[in-house]
């Protein structure tokens, strides 16, 4: 981008690469166009003749917008996206070109499922996957520099049937909390009330390096992380960074970014720097929760596409440096109906506030239940490394609720129910303007806080598709209202009003969920010691806490909320584990590498220089002789040390060809990880002794530098 180039205005160009309503309403008639609608919601099925007609319209418009080819879009369980591309244009009958996009193309596709994970399920000749269109979910084109791709939001199944794919248990999550929402608000007398959507919205952390620096280590463009690195004298110890001034060369990225997203209908609202030296946050604005996760899968692509055309290597991962922030995706989680009330917002309605106690409470009973469910939603590899410090949360699953709450909750005897009156703040300046405050402050040290009409689910990692922590707490929430619901029945059942009786259940579900309730500092040991005396502390280790999928309480509820049928979950267990292995085995290999190709090599080049400086002395009196042999007996004790880590580096990898697949997990976290670590402090204390024209990689105070 050009200083002072025109571009059009985002208005201009807002979701005009986007099959949305509008462009349905005005490309379908009417009667079209109110079916589809009634599909959309729910109504009805899509019928054939439904399909072609709408098939049709989207051939046409997207041809019209410059596309070539069309696609089926899907979530594999990889955490990425996949797609197939078709073209429009075929050759008909007697060789003339024809647009050809069918109903049937636009409901069913086939690609081949056989090289996708499926967690033991197929072998390699059972190829047949299908994927199918989710019209909830609108369709977009992403542009290329001589055409364009027609992008079908859709789920992805094995030939047997079985979800391969992330969106498919998440819309089944979401069908389970709108249909227990909408029973326990018409229990309420919210008869009006016609759907109930989740809300979400994933702030996106992420680090921006200088890409010709970042490309020259291999564990950079491998890992996504640095496997070695000493620390820089200024990395983020005067907290400069945050929300600064973003950096010329990254506001012209983020402007790029911007302007892409818009076309595709994505609404970055918020962009800042983070804390960390070169990190970065972009959130959006909330949207309906299934939208919301092909909008972040959009907005990690895009970013991608993006960083390289302007020199800039992107990195999502968790930890890329030891010792700085590492970067997380909070997920800002809320319902609301289709009259645009959020049930977690507070009023002074006491009618309403009953409900929203309600609706609160069934998170604090779901996440006190099923806590160890959260915890392995975001058990990965990457987020090993983040949690537990340096503002991210630790993996230990609590709620934060805020002293207005925690106090309202202990006074619900009172009759009249209503939200303390908010003090205004005034800072004393004339000049400016009082300010109103929150109900209550942000604990960032909570894994789950509520935030003041919303709970923000900070555990999840940054490279993480937001499909699964969403898919895990819309289910834990689901089976918290249905245990609400439970309750305000049982108390009805003799003639009383729901809403006189509700304020006793949701007693109750709070006496019951106390124990995940904590408004202190989650980083303080003492809290770890009160965790684990609360039962909160059951998986150490990250293979641990993947182990939590299978636990049998865990895949009942998930079984009978609908979201994982059958095998699904074990076969989403399989998957993740391969995952953390193959990740950790990469590393292992990586580092291998650098030992052998940089770190020892520069070693030896230090100490033949250094030998023939000393023995340039020769003669001349010098007294001080002994501090220089020294560095150069440290100089070989490092390379001496570093030559038998890599050695047993490099047995552990053999090890694990003959080791089952458990097995593997705990042997990488138990002993490879330990020694990577102590590897790490080997290298970064010989990376302060060594010159900097000898050391073979960038050295953290060069990539932690964008340059303008």
Not at 74 to 93: C, D, G, I, R, V
Not at 209 to 215: E, F, K, S, V
Not at 622 to 638: H, M, N, S, T, V
């Amino acid at each position: 981008m050009t200083l002072g180039q025109e571009y059009p205005k985002v208005r201009e160009i807002f979701g005009s690469m986007v099959f949305d309503r509008r462009v349905m309403k005005e490309r379908l008639n009417s009667d079209t166009y109110e079916r589809l609608i009634t599909a959309l919601e729910g109504g009805h099925k899509l019928d054939a003749s439904l399909a072609d007609t709408v098939a049709m319209a989207m051939r046409d418009w997207a041809i019209g917008k410059g596309a070539t080819h069309w696609a089926h879009w899907f979530h594999p369980l990889t955490e990425l996206t996949a797609e197939k591309h078709l073209a429009f244009t075929l050759p008909s009958s007697d060789g003339s070109p024809i647009d050809i996009f069918r109903g049937k193309d636009l409901i069913q596709g086939e690609p081949d499922a056989s090289s996708f994970p499926s967690g033991g399920t197929r072998s390699t000749f059972e190829a047949r996957g299908y994927s199918a269109w989710d019209p909830s979910s609108p369709a977009f084109i992403v542009k290329s520099a001589k055409g364009g791709t027609l992008c079908i939001p859709s789920v992805f199944l094995s030939y047997d049937g079985t979800p391969l794919d992330q969106k498919t248990p998440l819309l089944r999550a979401l069908a389970a909390i709108e249909e227990r929402s909408l029973k326990l608000l018409k229990l309420f007398g919210q008869r009006g009330v016609r759907n109930v959507r989740l809300t979400v919205g994933p702030e996106q952390e992420f680090f921006l390096l200088d890409r010709p620096r970042a490309q020259q280590r291999p564990d950079i463009r491998y890992c996504g992380r640095t496997l070695i690195g000493a620390q820089p004298a200024k990395d983020q110890k005067l907290d400069h960074h945050y929300m600064g001034a973003i950096p010329t060369r990254v506001l012209s990225y983020m402007d790029d970014v911007g302007r892409e997203l818009a076309l595709l209908g994505v609404p970055i609202m918020t962009r800042h720097n983070e804390v960390a030296r070169c990190q970065f946050e972009f959130a959006p604005l909330f949207s309906e929760a299934n939208m919301a996760c092909d909008h972040n899968q959009i907005v990690m692509e895009t970013m991608r596409k993006l960083a390289r055309s302007h020199d800039l290597r992107l990195l999502f991962h968790e930890k890329p440096f030891a010792g700085m922030n590492g970067s997380g995706k909070h997920i800002n989680i809320s319902l609301m109906d289709n009259e645009g009330r959020n049930l977690l917002k507070a009023t002074n309605n006491h009618r309403r506030n009953v409900i929203f106690l309600t609706f609160l409470s069934a998170v604090v009973l779901g996440v006190a239940e099923y806590h160890s469910l959260l915890q392995a939603s975001v058990a990965t590899a990457g987020n090993m490394f983040r949690l537990g410090g340096h503002e991210a949360p630790p993996s230990i699953m609590s709620v934060y609720l805020g002293q207005t709450l925690t106090e309202l909750l202990s006074q619900l005897d009172k009759a009249d129910l209503k939200m303390p009156d908010k003090e205004q703040l005034d800072i004393g300046l004339t000049k400016l303007p009082t300010l109103t405050p929150y109900d209550c402050d942000r604990n960032r040290t909570s894994p789950i806080a509520f935030t003041g009409d919303k709970f923000e689910f900070r555990a999840p990692g940054s490279s993480q598709s937001i499909a699964l922590p969403v898919t895990i707490f819309a289910s834990v929430w689901a089976w918290g209202l249905e245990q609400l619901t439970a309750m305000i029945e049982t108390r009805t059942a003799k003639g009383a009003e729901p809403i006189d009786v509700a304020l006793d259940a949701v007693k109750e579900a709070i006496k019951r969920g106390s124990h995940i309730l904590f408004e202190g500092d989650a980083y303080s040991s003492e809290w770890h010691q009160e965790a684990r005396r609360r039962g909160l502390i059951e998986a150490e280790t990250t293979p641990e806490k993947i182990d939590l999928l299978l636990r049998p309480k865990n895949k009942e509820m998930l079984e009978k909320m609908g979201v994982f049928k059958g095998n699904e979950l074990d076969v989403l267990h399989e998957i993740r584990m391969d995952s953390f292995e193959r990740a950790l085995e990469i590393e292992i290999s990586i580092l291998y590498d650098m030992l052998w190709e940089g770190i020892l090599p520069a070693i030896s080049k230090q100490l033949i220089l250094e030998k023939k400086s000393f023995s340039a002395l020769d003669g001349i009196d010098f007294p001080e002789g002994a501090p220089w042999k020294q560095y150069i007996r440290d100089l070989g004790c490092f390379k001496a040390g570093l030559i038998v880590d890599a050695q047993k580096l490099w047995a552990l990898k053999e090890k694990l060809g003959d080791l089952s697949a458990r097995e593997r997990a705990d042997l990488l976290v138990k002993e490879a990880v330990p020694l990577m670590e102590s590897i790490r402090g080997a290298c970064d204390a010989a990376e302060l002794l060594i010159s900097a024209e000898l050391w073979p990689y960038p050295i953290y105070r060069n990539l932690l530098s964008l340059s303008v």
